[in-house]
T-cell receptor
Framework: RKEVEQDPGPFNVPEGATVAFNCTYS??????FFWYRQDCRKEPKLLMS???SGNEDGRFTAQLNRASQYISLLIRDSKLSDSATYLC????????????FGAGTRLFVKA | NAGVTQTPKFRILKIGQSMTLQCAQD?????MYWYRQDPGMGLKLIYY???????DKGEVPNGYNVSRSTTEDFPLRLELAAPSQTSVYFC???????????FGPGTRLTVT
């Protein structure tokens, strides 16, 4: 089983749609969780951190479920500019707080 | 404040050649990382460093070497390039507090 698993997609949605991504992780002792965004042929950039209580940043909501070992990202009112690959990132509690990147979920938002 | 910079942006190598990918950061970060990303795949950690003079292997270190003589610089050396090393290489850094990594723009390497 991979340490971090994501649905590769692609997700094709119309502008204005709501889309949700899930990510599962295998290490129950993982410490911290993030969503990164990667545009085509660009470097990954931090989108938001993920907390157990859930957190929201504008149209984006991230949630952590430690019991089921998954994190989610919800995008409301999708924009064309949201088209990108979304990477789930998990920080372990061993090996120098090892950072594990998921392979990413591709999102295409169409007019 | 340039953040994380990488050179070159692109490079084509012949099999067996060697090269050094440069990475520098101006944020005084102790932690630095080298990743490779193959098409349609996630990032794989090659090497990382927790401070000047300290480096350690990541998930896919074979065929690569690193050094960290200063806080700012973390070069990645490829010896005897092979087609399997064709990839996009990203360098990243982070501070001592928090886990957010800042990435450089990447180096696209093709080995033919």
């Amino acid at each position: 089983r991979k340490e971090v698993e994501q649905d590769p997609g692609p997700f094709n949605v119309p502008e204005g749609a709501t889309v949700a991504f899930n990510c599962t992780y295998s290490n129950s002792a993982s410490q911290s969780f993030f969503w990164y965004r990667q545009d085509c042929r660009k470097e990954p950039k931090l989108l938001m951190s993920v907390y157990s209580s859930g957190n929201e940043d504008g149209r984006f909501t991230a949630q952590l479920n430690r019991a089921s070992q998954y994190i989610s990202l919800l995008i409301r009112d999708s924009k064309l500019s949201d088209s990108a690959t979304y990477l789930c990132v998990v920080i372990g509690n061993t090996g120098g707080f090892k950072t594990i990147f998921g392979a990413g979920t591709r999102l295409f938002v169409k007019a | 404040n340039a953040g994380v910079t990488q050179t070159p942006k692109f490079r084509i190598l012949k099999i067996g050649q060697s090269m050094t990918l440069q990475c520098a950061q101006d944020m005084n970060h102790n932690y630095m990382y080298w990743y490779r990303q193959d098409p349609g795949m996630g990032l794989k950690l090659i090497y990382y460093s927790v401070g000047a003079g300290i480096t350690d292997k990541g998930e896919v270190p074979n065929g690569y070497n690193v050094s960290r003589s200063t806080t700012e610089d973390f070069p990645l050396r490829l010896e005897l390039a092979a087609p399997s090393q064709t990839s996009v290489y990203f360098c990243a850094s982070r501070g001592d507090w928090g886990y957010e990594q800042y990435f450089g723009p990447g180096t696209r390497l093709t080995v033919t």
